[in-house]
T-cell receptor
Framework: GAGVSQSPSNKVTEKGKDVELRCDPI?????LYWYRQSLGQGLEFLIY????????KSGLPSDRFSAERTGGSVSTLTIQRTQQEDSAVYLC????????????FGPGTRLTVT | AQTVTQSQPEMSVQEAETVTLSCTYD???????LFWYKQPPSRQMILVIR??????QNATENRFSVNFQKAAKSFSLKISDSQLGDAAMYFC???????????????FGKGTKLSVIP
């Protein structure tokens, strides 16, 4: 089937605005991850969802970041009151079950905060 | 916490030649997984090769092979017969073992940009 999809591909926003980034995982995949890729910090884990379990939010950098996963499928990452340091590529990945070692990545959303 | 280090920010190789990308990691666990991912300009991360720490045999996938030295905590990637399409960012990544509680996020190195010269 189709791979992981993300939208939008690119997003430019003004400092202080809220943004929503969407991830559509591979059908049937129960685990979903968000990562952030920035020039200064490299690739960082943000949040992990597994089925109906409580998400692991240990990587979220501040309380301006939140994510939800509706119906165990689509996920939305929300950044409130964006700052320039939020500019990065946000990557989503999914895997078929806990312990499955292969994570399939989407093409990412490039966020630019002006 | 686990850390992954890629000491070569950039590398170049002539087409058809062989290149080795370095990666070292730090962990206190004895069982884990190691990966090499390729990220072309399209941004999509593609899994190149994976290695389970409990396996002594080095993983191989066509022109890609690894040299896994568990005691030295080293995990290098060798690309043979380099092709123009191999030009990309390469990331080394660590993942904790399957057992136990918690999530299974990947810990990445900073990446190595590989250029292939025609």
């Amino acid at each position: 089937g189709a791979g992981v999809s993300q939208s939008p591909s690119n997003k430019v926003t003004e400092k202080g605005k809220d943004v929503e980034l969407r991830c559509d995982p591979i059908s049937g995949h129960t685990a979903l991850y968000w990562y952030r890729q920035s020039l200064g910090q490299g690739l960082e884990f943000l949040i992990y969802f597994q089925g109906n379990s409580a998400p692991d939010k240990s990587g979220l950098p501040s309380d301006r970041f939140s994510a939800e996963r509706t119906g165990g499928s689509v996920s939305t990452l929300t950044i409130q009151r964006t700052q320039q340091e939020d500019s990065a590529v946000y990557l989503c990945a999914s895997s078929s079950r806990v312990g499955d070692y292969e994570q399939y990545f989407g093409p990412g959303t490039r966020l630019t905060v002006t | 916490a686990q850390t992954v280090t890629q000491s070569q920010p950039e590398m170049s190789v002539q087409e058809a030649e062989t290149v080795t990308l370095s990666c070292t990691y730090d962990t206190s666990e004895s069982d884990y997984y190691l990966f090499w991912y390729k990220q072309p300009p399209s941004r999509q991360m593609i899994l190149v090769i994976r290695q389970e720490a409990y396996k002594q045999q080095n993983a191989t996938e066509n022109r890609f092979s690894v040299n896994f030295q568990k005691a030295a905590k080293s995990f290098s990637l060798k690309i043979s017969d380099s092709q123009l399409g191999d030009a990309a960012m390469y990331f080394c990544a660590y993942r904790r073992p399957r057992s136990g509680a918690g999530s299974y996020q990947l810990t990445f190195g900073k990446g190595t940009k590989l250029s292939v010269i025609p």
